[in-house]
């Protein structure tokens, strides 16, 4: 059974970046949170956390211009999240390391379904801007080789993970074996990993790559493993609805004038590229909610997690003190 559980701490529920990717599409039982002291939030108080996140965010359909010579005709059953709230939902709401919300153009999201949904997932959007990407070896990749090489070289970055505080993360498999399509110049492939030590759920990425010009258009999918048919399911529409416009895809390269990009197809997902921003390059869900009760600091979680600022908190009518002139009450929350 998936858990929904808030954490008694505000911080934990955003930053909740120490705990591997859950499941969230049912209530901790009862018997469970009893021993562990914890008290339980009705099924229906919990819809109206998880709606009353998803009430926080506005979503585009139709053309959206991404940025980079990129556009999307959102696809039928999607719906666009632009970058700032893109942002929000990557480092507040699914708890990924700060700054890994950096540098997003976007997201894309199930149309029926919202950041703290059941069994929510998305496709981050980005553009990485290395160049043009030469494929000749496209063909000559051995991806059961470059699979041993990505799983030695994340155990590797693991040690600086856990000096940070940062779960270590575990390469299982591909869970969909690289494709690159030569004439349409996309790549597509899907990575299923563990985060930390625990034999629990696992997290997919799912990497889609358009060769552009200039440099590649990412488009990452983050979700459970369980998830994996659904977004494989979805890329055909995904690669269609993405093109660069004119002058800016990768038949317009001129040789004389354009970079050429250090890295190859394989470089691609190998993740040559991100070495940028390191280890944060992989992003999750993290949003395991802890119950814990309802009191004061319940109720601080609540507003913040429905997207009140302390403005609004402060433009609110303030309870008169006391005629003797000693400490106000506190409101009951």
Same mark, same amino acid.
């Given at each position: 059974?998936?858990?929904?559980?808030?954490?008694?701490?505000?911080?934990?529920?955003?930053?909740?970046?120490?705990?591997?990717?859950?499941?969230?599409?049912?209530?901790?039982?009862?018997?469970?949170?009893?021993?562990?002291?914890?008290?339980?939030?009705?099924?229906?108080?919990?819809?109206?956390?998880?709606?009353?996140?998803?009430?926080?965010?506005?979503?585009?359909?139709?053309?959206?211009?991404?940025?980079?010579?990129?556009?999307?005709?959102?696809?039928?059953?999607?719906?666009?999240?632009?970058?700032?709230?893109?942002?929000?939902?990557?480092?507040?709401?699914?708890?990924?390391?700060?700054?890994?919300?950096?540098?997003?153009?976007?997201?894309?999201?199930?149309?029926?379904?919202?950041?703290?949904?059941?069994?929510?997932?998305?496709?981050?959007?980005?553009?990485?801007?290395?160049?043009?990407?030469?494929?000749?070896?496209?063909?000559?990749?051995?991806?059961?080789?470059?699979?041993?090489?990505?799983?030695?070289?994340?155990?590797?970055?693991?040690?600086?993970?856990?000096?940070?505080?940062?779960?270590?993360?575990?390469?299982?498999?591909?869970?969909? %074996?690289?494709?690159?399509? =030569?004439? $349409?110049?996309? #790549?597509?492939?899907?990575?299923?990993?563990?985060? *930390?030590? /625990?034999?629990?759920?696992?997290?997919?990425?799912?990497?889609?790559?358009?060769?552009?010009?200039?440099?590649?258009?990412?488009?990452?999918?983050?979700?459970?493993?369980?998830?994996?048919?659904?977004?494989?399911?979805?890329?055909?529409?995904?690669?269609?609805?993405?093109?660069?416009?004119?002058?800016?895809?990768?038949?317009?390269?001129?040789?004389?004038?354009?970079?050429?990009?250090?890295?190859?197809?394989?470089?691609?997902?190998?993740?040559?590229?991100?070495?940028?921003?390191?280890?944060?390059?992989?992003?999750?869900?993290?949003?395991?909610?802890?119950?814990?009760?309802?009191?004061?600091?319940?109720?601080?979680?609540?507003?913040?997690? %429905?997207?009140?600022?302390? =403005?609004? $908190?402060?433009? #609110?009518?303030?309870?008169?003190?006391?005629?003797? *002139?000693? /400490?106000?009450?506190?409101?009951?929350?």
């Amino acid at each position: 059974m998936r858990t929904l559980t808030l954490m008694a701490s505000m911080w934990a529920i955003v930053f909740a970046a120490h705990a591997q990717r859950p499941d969230t599409s049912s209530l901790h039982t009862e018997g469970n949170a009893a021993a562990a002291g914890e008290k339980v939030l009705s099924p229906t108080n919990i819809k109206k956390i998880r709606d009353s996140i998803n009430a926080t965010f506005t979503y585009k359909t139709g053309r959206v211009e991404l940025g980079k010579g990129a556009v999307m005709e959102v696809p039928k059953g999607f719906k666009y999240l632009d970058p700032q709230q893109s942002h929000r939902l990557l480092e507040e709401i699914w708890g990924n390391p700060k700054s890994s919300g950096t540098g997003t153009m976007g997201m894309l999201l199930p149309k029926n379904l919202g950041p703290a949904s059941n069994g929510c997932w998305a496709f981050n959007i980005e553009f990485d801007d290395i160049g043009y990407v030469k494929d000749e070896d496209a063909d000559k990749i051995d991806y059961n080789d470059l699979l041993k090489q990505l799983q030695k070289d994340m155990q590797e970055t693991n040690a600086r993970r856990l000096s940070e505080g940062y779960p270590p993360i575990t390469l299982i498999r591909w869970a969909a %074996t690289p494709y690159y399509d =030569k004439t $349409e110049k996309t #790549l597509h492939w899907a990575k299923e990993l563990k985060f *930390g030590m /625990e034999d629990n759920d696992h997290t997919l990425n799912y990497n889609v790559r358009i060769l552009g010009r200039k440099g590649v258009l990412s488009m990452n999918a983050i979700g459970g493993m369980d998830d994996l048919v659904t977004i494989k399911e979805s890329i055909p529409a995904i690669l269609k609805s993405t093109t660069f416009e004119k002058g800016h895809a990768y038949a317009d390269f001129d040789p004389k004038a354009d970079q050429i990009a250090a890295w190859t197809v394989g470089g691609l997902v190998a993740g040559k590229v991100l070495a940028k921003v390191g280890f944060f390059a992989i992003l999750a869900k993290f949003a395991k909610f802890i119950i814990l009760g309802i009191g004061a600091a319940g109720a601080a979680v609540y507003r913040f997690i %429905t997207g009140r600022r302390r =403005k609004e $908190e402060e433009a #609110l009518p303030q309870p008169e003190g006391p005629a003797d *002139g000693g /400490e106000p009450e506190q409101p009951v929350s």
